[in-house]
């Protein structure tokens, strides 16, 4: 049997996938949050299929899950006005409030997003096609982090509870928000990563336009009551509609103040174009990355192979922390194979509910053709597909291809595959490796596996030049996530951690003044008057 009929046989028939794993109904979303109210929308609408196939009489065909709104600029301008009118110049009720006070929305809108983990989970693995073990671990790090945001945020207030004295001149120095952020995240991690940008940006006091990703849409809307009954009005809007539509206007009103975007850095480019007050713009960007895994002679192999390997498939290769190209001594390259080779042959596959599967059906409808077309190029330019099966797909499902030797002339040295392939380049001299990071246009992550420490010190100086973060015998990633996570290049704008993105999203302010006896007795009566929400001296527990 030809092994893309053995891959056919992963899918399912409607009646046989297991109960627990099903979505209790289709979803068809005709409402939207914007300015405090659930609006409803009887115009177009965009279906949503999953990535998940089932067997049918007339071949595999996509599970229709629900559909949602395709609204109009007309809408996402409306939202617009409500977030400027909920942001007011920083006067509304939601900047001006106390942190205190902000903590407690959010830790509450928490609570209610915890009560809608079970189809949020189920949304997750039914829209992007990850595991279903995943995806309870994406909505738990969520959580997580929010968490972690709130304690950060504890943390940096309290620090910021008392007055510096200096040359006779006492301040506070707080942080304030910035204004208006427009909010977009992405398919790959749509609730996780979405929420590592909006949640810090909501909880320093700015207003939101969320745009939710093109994968992964209808997963947010059971938390727009929660976000409609925990924030007052017009603090939260969620837009929808093509990107290409609706977003130009946005920013061409010069009226955003923050773009947060995780996705490409050509579409962070235009929009950036598009604003007409450019030094009243912030972004905070994750952008693409093409992170190489460096493994010298002196390395251990099998631990290469281990972290290269999940560094390089997780989730398909579909991270923007993902290995997305290997480099390897020639030396070593051929025993590095046999064994990554094994190693790839060993991971689960199917569908997403299978226990301790690694590898998925893909959500993007044209990924396989782009995937093969890389294939080509490569062994037009004298490249192989080296593992067994590697490449053979069926349905939306594409096993792994490990491509070898890869050169400088082929797409998969310069392009962000962001899918299962496993690009791996031979090298003689470390140099080599080290120019490859140096002409490429992304910076975000690099792993070297070496047991040298001369050679691993070696290459630590120039790299982390050219990434902002090295990775020592383990594959790149993004957590823990009290790390900074940002790049260099073309890969990032502004650091996202627990502690970096509450300053990405506001701005140091303070109060200063003279010590006489006159603004001592004044500062002292709006302190104990506790008249001031910014100029204060309460101590968060």
């Known amino acids: 049997m030809e092994f893309s009929s053995t891959l056919q046989e992963i899918f399912f028939k409607a009646e046989d996938i297991p109960a627990e794993f099903q979505l209790p109904a289709e979803i068809h979303q005709r409402?939207?949050?914007?300015?405090?109210?659930?609006?409803?929308?009887?115009?177009q609408v965009h279906e949503v299929f999953s990535p998940i196939s089932v067997q049918t009489p007339g071949g595999l065909q996509r599970v229709l899950i629900g559909s949602y709104p395709i609204c109009t600029e007309t809408e996402a301008m409306e939202s617009l006005e409500a977030a400027v009118a909920a942001y007011n110049n920083g006067r509304g009720e939601w900047p001006t409030m106390g942190v205190a006070e902000r903590i407690h929305c959010v830790e509450q809108f928490t609570g209610m997003m915890i009560e809608q983990k079970d189809i949020i989970v189920k949304l997750i693995m039914w829209e992007i096609g990850k595991s279903f073990a995943d995806s309870v671990k994406e909505f738990d790090r969520t959580v997580e982090y929010i968490y972690a945001t709130i304690d950060s945020l504890k943390n940096l207030d309290r620090d910021s509870s008392t007055f510096e004295i200096v040359d006779g001149i006492a301040a506070q120095v707080r942080r304030s928000p910035l204004g208006v952020v427009l909010c977009m995240g992405p398919f790959n991690y749509p609730l996780n990563e979405t929420f590592t940008t909006l949640i810090p940006a909501l909880i320093m006091g700015n207003t939101i336009l969320f745009k939710p990703p093109k994968f992964g849409t209808l997963l947010h809307y059971p938390l727009q009551e929660a976000f409609r009954t925990c924030f007052s009005k017009g603090v939260v809007n969620v837009i929808y509609g093509r990107g290409n539509t609706i977003v130009p206007g946005l920013m061409q009103s010069g009226k955003i103040n923050v773009l947060t975007l995780i996705g490409s850095s050509k579409v962070a480019n235009e929009l950036k174009k598009q604003h007409p007050k450019v030094n009243r713009l912030r972004a905070v960007l994750g952008l693409d990355a093409k992170n190489a895994a460096i493994i010298t002679a002196n390395a251990d192999i099998s631990l290469a192979v281990k972290e290269t390997l999940m560094g390089s498939l997780s989730f398909n290769g579909q991270r923007c922390t993902a290995i997305k190209i290997v480099w390897v001594h020639r030396s070593i390259a051929e025993e590095f194979l046999k064994q990554f080779n094994v190693a790839v042959s060993e991971l689960k596959y199917g569908m997403p509910w299978k226990k301790g599967v690694s590898l998925t059906p893909l959500p993007e409808n044209n990924k396989i053709n782009y995937l093969n077309d890389c294939i080509t190029d490569a062994k037009a330019h004298g490249a192989e597909v080296v593992n067994e099966n590697g490449g053979t797909s069926a349905g939306t499902f594409f096993y792994p291809a490990v491509v070898y030797p890869v050169t400088k002339a082929m797409r998969l040295y310069h392009e962000e595959q962001f899918g299962p392939i496993v690009p791996v380049v031979p090298f003689d001299d470390l140099e080599e490796t080290i120019e490859y990071l140096i002409e490429a246009t992304h910076g975000q992550q690099v792993s070297i596996f070496s047991d040298n420490a001369n050679e691993v010190a070696a290459l630590i100086d120039p790299l982390v030049n050219q990434v902002?973060?090295?990775?020592?015998?383990?594959?790149?990633?993004?957590?823990?996530?009290?790390?900074?996570?940002?790049?260099?290049?073309?890969s990032a704008e502004g650091t996202l951690s627990v502690a970096d993105a509450i300053r990405s999203f506001s701005i140091r302010s303070l109060v200063a003044f003279k010590m006489n006896e006159t603004n001592k007795q004044l500062i002292n009566e709006i302190v104990h008057d506790d008249s001031s929400n910014?100029?204060?001296?309460k101590f968060i527990f």
């Open 31 to 43: 409402e939207y949050l914007s300015n405090g109210e659930m609006k409803t929308w009887k115009g």
């Open 468 to 490: 902002s973060r090295v990775n020592i015998n383990s594959q790149c990633q993004r957590g823990p996530d009290v790390f900074p996570f940002t790049g260099r290049k073309d």
């Open 534 to 537: 910014f100029l204060s001296t």
